[in-house]
């Protein structure tokens, strides 16, 4: 008797040597591909990485996003992240502990849509980084652009299609409800403004102008948003890539670059 009892610790022992691992992981995960398409390449402590469906997402880890190219992933907390083609992006920080969400995600250059999952617990964040600006999102659904322009000068463009969003610059800040844009050039308070002006000034930032290739609905689980305000927001910037440009201070936030 004595002996099947030590032989089934013995067991117990083996078996949990491969749970713990498996259950160690999942909880350190921030997220996971949905889906992928072109050429997509994740980098992680360095090492890159072809991700398909069953990468998981990891706090640090970088995706890069090359010519036709287009990748969404979700979050733990189920928000939705679509990354456009010639883009760079940081899982900076990913937290969701009892209820209490911390993220944030940086956008060295190109485009992505967010649709942030609203949670009601008190201190939960959730903040969008670029070279030049932050923005905080609630439960949101935005599209945000990077480009960066002659003399590595930062231009990102923000158009919020749900809820609302806090866009701050070290001039600044300004609150956007839904089918409101704002634009932040350099280290300049943001600007709110029209889609025509705010697509000349990508435009003019990145120094093409291209029809982009992710649409709000990417997002959407294939439902039919037409966001022609977001589209022409951003179809400036559709040249994406470039380097991290300038770096501005921001109050109350850290935003560090990953080159």
């Known amino acids: 008797m004595k002996r099947v009892w030590i032989r089934c610790l013995v067991v117990v022992v083996f078996l949990t040597q491969f749970v713990a691992p498996v259950s160690a992981f999942d909880a350190a995960r921030a997220g996971r591909f949905v889906f992928v398409s072109g050429d997509v390449e994740l980098v992680r402590a360095g090492i890159k990485i072809k991700p398909d469906l069953q990468t998981g997402l990891q706090e640090g880890d970088i995706i890069r996003t090359g010519k036709d ?3 969404r992933v979700m979050l733990k907390d189920e928000s939705v992240i679509t990354i456009d083609r010639n883009s760079r992006v940081v899982i900076k920080k990913f937290l969701l502990r009892g209820g209490i969400r911390s993220a944030k995600i940086y956008v060295e250059s190109g485009k992505i849509a967010a649709d942030v999952e609203r949670f009601i ?13 932050v923005v905080g999102l609630t439960g949101t659904v935005i599209e945000f652009a990077v480009v960066t322009g002659a003399g590595g000068v930062p ?7 749900s809820g609302s969003a806090v866009v701050t610059t070290a001039a600044g800040s300004v609150t956007l409800a839904a089918g409101q844009t704002a634009v932040a050039v350099a280290s300049a308070a943001p600007a709110m403004t029209t889609a025509i002006t705010a697509a000349a000034a990508a435009g003019a930032a990145g120094g093409t102008a291209t029809t982009m290739t992710m649409s709000t609905g990417t997002i959407m ?11 022409a927001v951003l179809a400036a910037a559709g040249s ?8 501005v201070s921001v109050p109350a ?6 080159h």
Request: hydrophobic content about 40%.
């Open 240 to 247: 994406g890539g470039g380097g991290g440009g300038t770096h």
């Open 221 to 231: 689980a294939g439902a039919a948003i037409v966001a022609a305000v977001a589209a």
């Open 69 to 71: 190219a287009l990748v």
């Open 121 to 133: 617990e008190g201190g939960s964040t959730f903040d969008l980084e670029s070279p030049n600006a």
């Open 253 to 258: 936030h850290t935003t560090t670059s990953h």
């Open 155 to 161: 231009t990102t463009t923000v158009t919020c299609l």
